[in-house]
């Protein structure tokens, strides 16, 4: 069998995806996960947070959810079915942590969970450190002069 001839042959036997239906479902599910944020914000603000400490509320909030649904394999359910919506930069990065953790738990905390917690999300942290270290610094000696 050719490249070609498989490529046909894979081409004919896979699902179709239905485009439409998952763009609709990550729009709505991506909204929903914006509104509840937006209702957290509201909450912690008439609670008497300023805007900042309301927003970093919102955060921690939003990233315990994330994780706690992930652990007990809710989010990935939603998942299935809002695809990209899920992605919303704050949950799906608590998910991108909490699921090699919850993945590799069979194999203990420290070589299983804890080597595993960062297999995804580590180069992100590592990076985004590290650029605000480098930031700082050109900040800093700029300042001098």
Do not use: H
Request: net charge neutral; glycine share 12%.
């Amino acid at each position: 069998m050719t490249e070609k001839e498989y490529g046909k042959l894979v081409e004919r036997l896979s699902p179709k995806s239905p485009i439409g239906k998952d763009c609709v479902f990550a729009f709505v599910i991506g909204g929903l996960i914006c509104t509840l944020g937006q209702v957290f914000m509201n909450w912690y603000t008439a609670l008497g947070l300023d805007e900042t400490q309301a927003g970093t509320g919102v955060s921690i909030t939003l990233v315990a959810l994330s994780a706690l649904f992930t652990g007990l394999s809710l989010y990935d359910n939603l998942a299935k079915y809002a695809g990209a919506g899920t992605l919303v930069p704050i949950t799906g990065f608590a998910n991108a942590i909490a699921a090699p953790a919850v993945e590799f738990k069979t194999e203990g905390f420290v070589l299983g969970v804890g080597a595993k917690m960062f297999t995804i999300a580590g180069p992100v942290i590592v990076y985004g450190v590290s650029a605000s270290v480098v930031y700082g610094l050109i900040y800093w000696i700029t300042t001098l002069f």
